[in-house]
């Protein structure tokens, strides 16, 4: 059942503390994707990647880290650096075929920092 | 850089009426995407239109891509409770989508 993992569903941080978000597919995608997402607002780009070892900033990066060491996966690090990190946090991937760029999302992940 | 912005913000609409949201660029699109997040969920891809002035239908749902790529918009006929969310137009910019701000539809029965 091919698809987009995220884990965990929510997580609860205190602040300072750093906290990696995982996000794992097996779509054999090549372009994966963070979204941040709050109340009232769309979706937000965090960081993308095209190819395995690479990775650009998107939007709204600082605070954040990523890495793509293997294409299946694609962790997100919130870091102590992020002023407001409380936020549904949504991983994605892509492939283009056919001219089609349509992203496929993850469930998501609730952070709270306290 | 690229901005998506999309209204209205939140509509509520009657069982069985019909609405529009719109969505406009502030630079031409090479493609427009729209996406439904039901409450509590995450995104779902729903069509994604190229051409200038392409018109789609899913069922009850209408997708119109402006002449000049820089407008789209999503018309529902006959509203349902199923159509309860929020959907967001995205557009293409190489490998990354600008999402607009979305319209959250609430239906009363």
């Known amino acids: 059942d091919g698809g987009i993992t995220q884990s965990p569903k929510y997580l609860f941080r205190k602040e300072g503390q750093n906290v990696t978000l995982s996000c794992e597919q097996n779509?054999?995608?090549?372009?994966m994707y963070w979204y941040r997402q709050d109340p009232g607002q769309g979706l937000r780009l965090i960081y993308y990647?095209?190819?395995?070892?690479?990775?650009q900033k998107g939007d709204i990066a600082e605070g954040y880290s990523v890495s793509r060491e293997k294409k299946e996966s694609f962790p997100l690090t919130v870091t102590s650096a992020q002023k407001n990190p409380t936020a549904f946090y949504l991983c994605?991937?892509?492939?283009?075929?056919?001219?089609?760029?349509?992203?496929?999302f993850g469930p998501g992940t609730r952070l709270t920092v306290t | 850089g690229q901005q998506v912005m999309q209204i209205p913000q939140y509509q509520h609409v009657q069982e069985g009426e019909d609405f529009t949201t719109y969505c406009n660029s502030s630079?031409?699109?090479?493609?427009i995407q729209w996406y439904k997040q039901r409450p509590g969920g995450h995104p779902v891809f729903l069509i994604q239109?190229?051409?200038?002035?392409e018109v789609k239908k899913q069922k009850r749902l209408t997708f119109q891509f402006g002449e000049a790529k820089k407008n789209s918009s999503l018309h529902i006929t006959a509203t349902q409770t199923t159509d309860v969310g929020t959907y967001f137009c995205?557009?293409?910019?190489?490998?990354?989508?600008?999402f607009g701000a979305g319209t959250t539809v609430t239906v009363r029965a």
């Open positions: 994605a991937s892509s492939i283009r075929t056919g001219g089609k760029y349509e992203q496929y």
């Open positions: 779509l054999n995608h090549d372009a």
């Open positions: 990647s095209q190819i395995v070892n690479d990775f």
């Open positions: 630079t031409t699109l090479s493609n």
């Open positions: 239109l190229v051409k200038s002035g």
């Open positions: 995205a557009g293409q910019n190489d490998y990354k989508l600008s």
